[in-house]
């Protein structure tokens, strides 16, 4: 809130700063028009820029002392006009508000910099290489101009022109380059000042860091118990682990997740561990259904493909009553967690009885038997990550060895 209030402030100082300079603009000479462009004189202090205001057209200041020098004073209009039909002038206000929302981070107060230096380039350029200008006279411009102006501008944010020209600019007027790279410079900018704003503001959005397949394989060993779940860490793991750190979807399901799991871990863990069974599997619940203990009416999504169900372990209505619960008119069993995951732990038995895999046992857990002993029955390599990776089953495996890595690393949440 504080960031944004700040951001705000700073918008409304430099838009305020804007239209003090657009009355001063109204009251300076015009010395020229081209097309809608009114070329004036400005004063010394605040050197060659140009501006365009979205309600008052496009104005190229010089300054008054330019007059003596008939050379310097074309060369000056040229580079100022060169600026509107680059859209540099459109684009400051995009600079302007990246400048805005982005005030309190020096790093990105540099890229900005960086853009409007570089916008300079694609002007010199534009006028040398393409336009023709000599280099000599057009490097003694920039000179004069840097020694006219001071070391502080008293320009809005954004506003773009001759300003503080630096060594390696003059420099680069020397340089044989392409006469394409000016119109790849310029949409490249243009591209930047759109995209950079939208990439920086959702990178703000991201508040974990992506893990990489050796820091995942990693955690799945350092976190491994005796019997407890094995995880198989490949890429679709890897990519359901950054779906939930790095989006914010997947951030608040899991932080849900693990907030619910604490009203009902101890019971839950307890039932497992009764039955011999891994305490990895409350991971199931926790993709399932964020162990939010609701009816089939009132459900919310869940990060687990296939059809929904009920109650924290989202069973539907055929294996809950299969495993002795009662699902009718006004009663239904799913809802009594510990009852649900009575049933879920003899589930859970039976699949890995039957496929000696827990992989497996958790692909038919979500998909049915049917699917996993068909896959079974076409033959070939038995790796789970092959199927997955060909869509023979799909990536409900995944996501629960995903939801158990961060079962035992919810530090990777934060």
């Known amino acids: 809130g504080l960031v944004g209030a700040g951001a705000l402030a700073f918008l409304a100082w430099e838009l ?53 020098d008939s050379e310097a004073l074309r060369l000056t209009v040229r580079h100022e006009l060169q600026h509107h039909r680059q859209r540099d002038t459109v684009f400051a206000y995009a600079r302007l508000g990246f400048d805005s929302a982005f005030f309190w981070n020096p790093f990105a107060r540099a890229f900005s910099r960086w853009l409007a230096e570089h916008q300079e380039f694609a002007c010199d350029e534009a006028l040398v290489a393409v336009k023709h200008v000599s280099a000599d ?37 020397f340089q044989t380059r392409p006469r394409s790279s ?9 591209l930047a000042l759109v995209l950079a704003p939208l990439a920086l503001w959702a990178q703000g959005t991201v508040r974990g860091r992506a893990v990489s397949l050796t820091e ?47 009203e009902h871990r101890e019971a839950m863990a307890g039932t497992l561990r009764s039955r011999s069974l891994p305490e990895g599997l409350l991971a199931v619940a926790m993709v399932e259904s964020a162990v939010s203990n609701l009816p089939e009416t009132s459900r919310e999504p869940s990060m687990a493909p296939g059809p929904r169900g009920a109650g924290v372990w989202m069973f539907i209505p055929e294996t809950a009553r299969r495993y002795g619960l009662k699902v009718e008119a006004g009663r239904d069993e799913r809802l009594d967690v510990a009852r649900e995951t009575e049933a879920a732990a003899s589930l859970f038995q039976a699949l890995y009885e039957r496929y000696g895999d827990w992989r497996l046992a958790l692909a038919a857990y979500n998909q049915g038997e049917g699917v996993v002993d068909r896959v079974l029955a076409e033959g070939g390599v038995r790796d789970v990550s092959e199927w997955v990776r060909t869509g023979k089953l799909n990536g409900y495996t995944a996501t629960v060895q995903a939801g158990v890595l961060l079962l035992r690393n919810p530090h990777l949440l934060d």
């Open 16 to 68: 305020r700063r804007y239209a003090r300079l657009r009355r001063k603009l109204e009251t300076l000479p015009v010395l020229r028009r081209v097309g809608r462009v009114r070329v004036v004189l400005g004063d010394a202090a605040d050197g060659a820029f140009s501006v365009w205001f979205p309600f008052g057209g496009a104005w190229a200041v010089v300054p008054a002392e330019v007059l003596e």
């Open 216 to 262: 995942a394989r990693a955690l799945a060993e350092a976190g491994q118990k005796a019997g407890d779940l094995p995880v198989v860490v490949d890429a679709a793991v890897v990519e359901q682990l950054n779906k939930f750190v790095t989006t914010r979807k997947g951030r608040d399901f899991m932080r849900k997740a693990l907030a619910n799991l604490q």
């Open 137 to 173: 006279a057009y490097a003694r411009c920039l000179l004069q101009a840097s020694l006219r102006v001071p070391a502080a501008l008293a320009l809005p944010a954004g506003v773009t022109g001759m300003s503080h020209p630096t060594v390696r600019r003059i420099h680069m007027l």
């Open 182 to 190: 000016v119109r790849t410079l310029g949409l490249s900018l243009s």
